[in-house]
């Protein structure tokens, strides 16, 4: 919502606290059933495209990175988007980087990491195996890893053991205009 000590935050606080005030007495009076209502819901549910870049910041001091993680996620979807049945949607949220719903039901999951590093790898099996749990049928899980890394012995095994598909991507082009290949 905001920093502590901004000057705008109770004003913010006061919004959301109003937001979410109107919303249950939206529901409460079951106006949440309308077709307005509901286009906003399949509107909220599409793709919504993902940073790609330089990002900045401070923490204990300045700092500055490059990110290609949205570049990978977009490439994706372009991908799985082009190859969709007319029953599957592609979609993405906070949580998770790709998904597709087939029949409006979970039926694939795809998360990405720019790197293979153990927390990187034991945090997208922990989100791939937590999120494959809302779907109602068995969901695909695809980890998709840079393509000129190797993953530790250990880790393949989990992964093979958990019906995770590893997919490859490698990264070409140049500083400027970066262009993502998968594998």
Same mark, same amino acid.
């Given at each position: 919502?905001?920093? $502590?000590?901004?000057?705008?935050?109770?004003?913010?606080?006061?919004?959301?606290?109003?937001?979410?005030?109107?919303?249950?007495?939206?529901?409460?009076?079951? !106006?949440?059933?309308?077709?307005?209502?509901?286009?906003?819901?399949?509107?909220?549910? /599409?793709?919504?495209?993902?940073?790609?870049?330089?990002? /900045?910041?401070?923490?204990?001091?300045?700092?500055?990175?490059?990110?290609?993680?949205?570049?990978?996620?977009?490439?994706?979807?372009?991908?799985?988007?082009?190859?969709?049945?007319?029953?599957?949607?592609?979609?993405?949220?906070?949580?998770?980087?790709?998904?597709?719903?087939?029949?409006?039901?979970?039926?694939?999951?795809?998360?990405?990491?720019?790197?293979?590093?153990?927390?990187?790898?034991?945090?997208?099996?922990?989100?791939?195996?937590?999120?494959?749990?809302?779907?109602?049928?068995?969901?695909?899980?695809? $980890?998709?890893?840079?393509?000129?890394?190797?993953?530790?012995?250990?880790?393949?095994?989990?992964?093979?053991?958990?019906?995770?598909?590893?997919?490859?991507?490698?990264?070409?082009?140049?500083? !400027?205009?970066?262009?993502?290949?998968?594998?």
């Amino acid at each position: 919502m905001g920093k $502590l000590g901004d000057p705008d935050l109770t004003g913010r606080i006061w919004r959301f606290i109003r937001n979410v005030h109107a919303f249950k007495d939206e529901a409460a009076a079951g !106006r949440l059933a309308t077709s307005e209502f509901k286009r906003r819901i399949e509107e909220f549910d /599409r793709y919504s495209k993902e940073f790609a870049g330089k990002k /900045r910041g401070v923490r204990g001091s300045a700092f500055e990175y490059v990110t290609y993680h949205g570049d990978i996620v977009q490439k994706l979807y372009d991908a799985r988007t082009a190859r969709a049945k007319p029953d599957e949607t592609v979609f993405n949220s906070t949580l998770i980087d790709l998904f597709v719903k087939k029949n409006n039901t979970l039926s694939e999951l795809y998360e990405v990491k720019t790197g293979i590093g153990r927390q990187m790898l034991y945090t997208a099996i922990g989100q791939l195996v937590t999120h494959a749990t809302i779907g109602k049928a068995e969901v695909t899980k695809f $980890l998709v890893l840079p393509a000129d890394e190797n993953v530790p012995t250990d880790l393949t095994r989990a992964i093979t053991a958990l019906g995770i598909q590893v997919q490859r991507f490698r990264l070409g082009g140049t500083a !400027r205009k970066r262009i993502v290949e998968l594998g």
